[in-house]
């Protein structure tokens, strides 16, 4: 059985975690900055086990406590594993297992005064994956589209606009085109100049911010820096799979039946893919180079680690 939960949150965005809001059940809350709004307050949850009293009772615990602070925006996602509704029609479905407590889930959105958007079903017929909010006029849209596990993605856009911490792209310098020559020259020169001069006054912090800064204006003049490229993405996905992927959205928009078959195929090779590039940075062969090696399986490491603070579908 599958579980966890989390939320991913561009480096941009000014968001912390809110623990004081989690209970006893597997959920997480982040706060968002707004510009121009209330405080935007996201709620990943899941309920593992369809009739799970004790893991609703203490969602319903959780979205008490925030509703009980001030006036806030609330985005909640999750798989709530409650099948027996029909959020189309609002009522129980004649199938529903646990009418009592799906009704009792039902009432404490209303209670706190929160609205269930999606309708479209996410795992063969029945619509587990839900997106709640207090303010639905914030959302300009919802989507239920192709997944890559047994569930569909819930799609949500929302009208608001986060505050931006926005870091500056770093600049690599490109030692291959540098005119050494004219470095060495530049230094030689300063070298000179800086002896001559009479730096008894000058300590020896002094003295090293002299030469730092003339060393890094030389830097800046003789070796050609350019922008870092952006290492976000997916190694693994080939062109073939991405391929497969916008064929598999296609079949989905039309509805064609063939639709589940290609996502099952999309699926394997995506694990595939993911499997072998993982093996061959564990497992390099002898003819690899061995600094090449070691940063690729830093790097693997170190997205493996910012994915922890991040909401997979």
């Not at 009739?51 to 602070?69: A, K, Q, W, Y």
């Not at 002299?210 to 830097?219: I, K």
């Not at 589940?260 to 394997?268: A, W």
Request: aromatic share 10%; glycine share 6%; net charge positive.
């Amino acid at each position: 059985m599958g579980g966890g939960v989390f939320i991913a949150v561009s480096n941009d965005y000014v968001c912390t975690r809110v623990p004081e809001l989690v209970t006893n059940c597997e959920i997480i809350w982040v706060k968002l900055n707004i510009v121009g709004f209330k405080t935007l307050y996201i709620c990943a949850y899941y309920n593992p086990i369809e009739g799970d009293e004790v893991s609703l009772s203490n969602f319903d615990m959780s979205i008490r406590r925030i509703c009980n602070r001030s006036a806030s925006h609330i985005w909640i996602a999750g798989d709530m594993n409650i099948p027996g509704f029909d959020w189309r029609n609002n009522c129980l479905k004649p199938s529903c297992n646990y009418p009592e407590l799906t009704r009792k889930f039902v009432d404490s959105l209303s209670d706190s005064n929160l609205t269930q958007l999606i309708t479209e079903p996410t795992r063969g017929a029945s619509t587990l994956d839900l997106f709640i909010t207090n303010n639905e006029t914030l959302i300009s849209k919802t989507q239920v589209i192709p997944g890559l596990s047994d569930h569909e993605i819930v799609y949500v856009e929302g009208d608001i606009k986060p505050i931006i911490h926005r870091q500056k792209r770093c600049e690599d310098p490109f030692y291959k085109k540098a005119d050494w020559e004219g470095l060495r020259q530049h230094m030689a020169n300063f070298t000179e100049s800086f002896l001559a001069t009479d730096g008894s006054d000058l300590t020896a912090d002094d003295l090293w911010q002299c030469f730092r800064v003339e060393l890094n204006t030389a830097s800046g003049k003789f070796i050609p820096h350019k922008l870092a490229k952006s290492r976000n993405g997916l190694p693994y996905l080939t062109k073939d799979i991405k391929r497969l992927m916008r064929k598999r959205d296609k079949l989905h928009a039309r509805k064609d039946p063939r639709y589940k078959v290609l996502k099952r195929v999309v699926q394997k090779k995506l694990r595939c893919a993911y499997y072998q590039y993982v093996g061959d940075i564990i497992n390099p062969s002898n003819n690899d180079n061995p600094l090449e090696t070691n940063k690729r399986f830093w790097g693997l490491l170190k997205h493996a680690k910012s994915d922890n603070t991040g909401v997979h579908p």
